[in-house]
């Protein structure tokens, strides 16, 4: 896969010819902005994010990414916001419980960041994300 092999302006070439082709595509957009975070274009990421919600609000992988890309430009409430619209859908989501972890860190919200690592450990007990946010926290 391009996004995975980090060709990303290729990946990123492909999901914009996609929805040139079909505007309505959300999974493309939402495939776009996981790209825009990997090159770290916060707001791009936003953007796409935000299209593909228009077009699916129940996609919990684009509430995701619009949480991370917030959390990426400091904007830990409305990444919390985000990351928790995502694990409504998908409470398995473990990239959502540690970002929102990560936003109760900053916050200084230290109870509900280790329950949100200790959440993310439970859901996947070998993710070293989760496991290193909890050491830190």
Same mark, same amino acid.
């Given at each position: 896969?391009?996004?995975?092999?980090?060709?990303?302006?290729?990946?990123?070439?492909?999901?914009?010819?996609?929805?040139?082709?079909?505007?309505?595509m959300a999974e493309?957009?939402?495939?776009?902005?996981?790209?825009?975070?990997?090159?770290?274009?916060?707001?791009?990421?936003?953007?796409?994010?935000?299209?593909?919600l228009k077009l699916?609000?129940?996609?919990?992988?684009?509430?995701?990414?619009?949480?991370? &890309?917030?959390?990426?430009?400091? =904007? !830990? @409430?409305?990444?919390?916001?985000?990351?928790?619209? $995502?694990?409504?859908?998908?409470?398995?989501?473990?990239?959502?419980?540690?970002?929102?972890?990560?936003?109760?860190?900053?916050?200084?919200?230290?109870?509900?960041?280790?329950?949100?690592?200790?959440? &993310?450990?439970?859901?996947?007990? =070998? !993710? @070293?994300?989760?496991?290193?946010?909890?050491?830190? $926290?």
């Amino acid at each position: 896969m391009l996004h995975e092999a980090d060709r990303l302006e290729e990946a990123l070439d492909f999901f914009s010819k996609a929805i040139e082709i079909d505007p309505s595509m959300a999974e493309a957009r939402a495939g776009r902005a996981s790209v825009h975070i990997s090159m770290q274009s916060w707001d791009m990421a936003v953007e796409d994010a935000t299209r593909a919600l228009k077009l699916d609000p129940q996609d919990a992988s684009s509430f995701y990414y619009r949480g991370n &890309a917030y959390w990426a430009l400091g =904007r !830990d @409430i409305d990444a919390v916001r985000e990351c928790t619209s $995502a694990l409504q859908l998908a409470p398995h989501l473990t990239e959502a419980s540690c970002c929102r972890a990560a936003c109760h860190l900053r916050l200084g919200e230290f109870d509900a960041c280790v329950k949100d690592y200790d959440r &993310a450990i439970s859901t996947n007990p =070998r !993710d @070293i994300r989760s496991l290193y946010g909890r050491g830190y $926290a």
